[in-house]
């Protein structure tokens, strides 16, 4: 049987790729339902995953971080920062579990720091930019109509946006109503594109799939 000769010297020569050409079509069964082929290739990848954390743990942060500075460099002081992130597994005991609460106690300031510092960086500029001019001159001195109509846009989706969610009295006013309603359609055409892009990245992924099948594997489709 030539054909059946050619697919495995095909195979042969190219191993990998038909390895995650199976792969790539066993995860796919989930498109018709959940099953046995798709659990079983889905576990195939957790294990896959777990075993790369545990490589990058060694290769990223215990090699760098405490082999290298204690062993070569002579750090020693860092040992004791290993010893403090070992008293996390003292959850796991009964009599001793109060120690675990020292590093997540730490980690858990430490976080509430950073979160602060990344608001302030992040939502603090917004606030201050959300302050525009409705009147905006060019360089010449000139009226600059886009960028003020611009301004005028953003404005009235920033307060109608807000006035959606002013829960602290009740929306008796029609105009405070109206401009609620109108902020709801702003939000909604906003989840709108952000689920839009979120669905033009699982395309994203696909099409790159379907390439991998009909270029790399099949070699049906060609680049030009």
Request: positive net charge; glycine residues 6%; proline residues 3%.
């Amino acid at each position: 049987m030539p054909f059946v000769d050619l697919i495995v010297q095909d195979f042969l020569s190219r191993p990998g790729v038909y390895l995650g050409a199976i792969c790539t079509l066993g995860l796919m069964t989930l498109i018709y339902r959940e099953n046995a082929v798709y659990r079983f290739f889905e576990h195939i990848f957790i294990g896959l995953a777990a075993g790369f954390s545990i490589v990058a743990l060694v290769k990223n942060i215990l090699d760098p971080l405490l082999y290298q500075p204690v062993f070569k460099n002579g750090e020693w002081y860092w040992t004791f920062v290993f010893m403090f992130g070992l008293l996390f597994y003292f959850i796991h005991s009964r009599k001793y579990n109060w120690l675990s609460r020292l590093p997540i106690g730490f980690l858990m300031g430490f976080s509430a720091g950073q979160f602060f510092q990344i608001f302030a960086n992040t939502y603090l500029p917004q606030l201050s930019d959300s302050f525009r001019p409705l009147y905006v001159e060019t360089a010449d001195g000139s009226f600059d109509l886009a960028r003020s109509l611009n301004n005028l846009i953003f404005m009235i989706v920033l307060i109608t946006v807000m006035s959606y969610f002013f829960f602290s009295f009740e929306q008796r006013s029609k105009t405070i109503r109206n401009s609620a309603q109108l902020g709801r359609w702003v939000m909604m055409v906003a989840f709108g594109a952000i689920f839009g892009t979120t669905i033009m990245a699982r395309m994203a992924l696909l099409f790159d799939r379907m390439f991998f099948l009909l270029h790399d594997w099949l070699r049906i489709v060609k680049l030009i």
